[in-house]
């Protein structure tokens, strides 16, 4: 059997199993591990970026590839409610490269870093004949602010922080050679992570996750880990005039960059409906928690399963 | 300026900063980094693994790539007398790749995890045009069993936990072929690590490091940490039979293999004399530390200088 049969989740099904130690209070299958010290939550997060699938130097500047790689972790940390750490870099690179480029690309991820108070204190450095820069990143939290992927309930509403697609319609207008709009490519290129709101969004969300996919697999991730199911609106996922535009220039349809597409970076998360008027400045409503029996369905015009997202292995 | 005219440590020297954290007690430059929490010190080490430079498919059945993978890191976190704790897996993979190939790689993963009390508790898969792993592993140690780079002493005795180059050996007969000997190749394919031993030798060890690039590069950077010189005999370094029996096919040195090869994971450490007994069971003298001032040399009928070790970026 091949991974393109199985794809990424069916891998990690596979491969995955249960710790042993009583402290792992939550292994594989969120955006971060979480270890019970005490009174708090320690939490551990990787995210892999390998050329070519991830950026490609041709487009990327070297800068915005650590600054990518680093707030792509960073995200995680944030999914879960944490404040980030400490990070390991490794980064694989070719002999032949420019030592600038790569001191370019530590600034990048130095400079995010610095920002949201991330110390990298190790790595590995080695040679590739491909780039490939892993970080891993970790954090800590407490009970008030751990949000998990698994405590939505039937009822709650489900909001995502700002407009989707804009990286997933970056990608496309780059692969086609368009220079503009730039607010999407900028998306692609450098799309930052929302320290800024999770920590006040994760006082009240009963789950949150990080739209690394896009919108329908991480809803899906949700109601699986949650045991709920999940009805979206198709016409209220939020998305800016750059990102339409971009679907009109490439004749794409710009809720799929959203659904489907991948790096957007923002949060999704769900509140009970007494929660509601506190995170609605933090984000828009895009559907709500319904039982597991209903699935997890769209609703535009008709209700349909809510298939797709981006996954690995799987094209 | 390329990464090939700097190197490896050249690199390294100039991406690395000072952490800001108080709490960091050791960042980049050891084989772990070391946060002080408390009485205790909470270790963090990771190691990537490019196909075709740390392993090829074709001579490297994946269980052993796994086993591998964990093992140096493991090592890493022996080097610091520390007990290993958490793991966080990346891997990149290929679409076309078999799932029982990945399946086999985990279990190899997983067995070596398993010896050593690991537990795997996240990570992430993705897609590559090239195999790729990065492993990250936690520790802690105690102030009694921490052992730093930076600790050596003039006077103090450099020891070696065991006979050394056999990994290159190994790797330069696969190159050329051959399935015998068969040990040297196996310590490539399948080093392991010294957590058998390297708790007890931290008791009385001043400095520590593992051997992944060769004894050359070992003895430097404990020199340059403590900032004092070493003489190495090269007649005293271990050297096992079968080893020395790869030299004589390969028509190479075999004590190039140990000096300048890697990937053996075994323990380079040093004692003061009076420490000297009590970890002789544990290792082989192979030469001293001296005063800054007289340098980093090996002695062989003439004192040269101790250069070379297996550095990424130079060929």
Do not use: Q
């Amino acid at each position: 059997m091949k991974l393109y049969e199985i794809g990424e989740f069916g891998l990690i099904k596979k491969i995955s199993r249960t710790p042993k130690r009583k402290e792992v209070f939550v292994g594989i299958g969120d955006d971060a591990a979480v270890i019970k010290v005490g009174e708090e939550f320690i939490l551990y997060t990787t995210d892999m970026m390998v050329e070519g699938d991830h950026f490609r130097t041709e487009w990327h500047p070297p800068e915005k590839i650590g600054r990518k790689a680093m707030a792509s972790n960073i995200s995680d940390i944030a999914a879960m409610g944490g404040m980030p750490e400490y990070a390991l870099v490794s980064i694989a690179l070719r002999s032949d490269m420019e030592v600038e480029f790569v001191e370019s690309l530590y600034k990048g991820m130095y400079d995010v870093a610095d920002r949201y108070g991330v110390d990298i204190i190790g790595g590995d450095t080695t040679h590739g004949s491909l780039m490939v820069i892993n970080v891993a990143v970790t954090g800590r939290t407490d009970k008030g602010h751990l949000t998990l992927r698994s405590g939505a309930k039937t009822g709650d509403y489900i909001l995502v922080s700002a407009p989707l697609g804009g990286s997933r319609a970056g990608l496309e207008l780059l692969k086609r050679g368009y220079k503009e709009p730039k607010a999407p490519i900028e998306k692609h290129l450098d799309p930052g992570c929302r320290m800024d709101i999770a920590r006040d969004v994760a006082l009240f969300a009963s789950a949150m996750i990080d739209v690394s996919d896009g919108l329908a697999s991480e809803v899906r991730h949700i109601c699986e880990e949650s045991g709920i199911g999940a009805i979206i609106e198709r016409e209220r996922i939020p998305l800016d005039r750059e990102t339409m535009k971009a679907g009109k220039i490439l004749d794409m349809d710009p809720y799929d960059f959203a659904l489907h597409g991948g790096e957007d970076y923002e949060l999704l998360f769900t509140v009970p409906e007494e929660n509601l008027n506190k995170v609605r400045r933090y984000g828009t409503v895009v559907g709500r928690i319904v039982d597991k029996d209903m699935g997890v369905r769209i609703e535009n015009g008709e209700i349909m399963d809510l298939k797709g997202g981006y996954e690995h292995f799987i094209e």
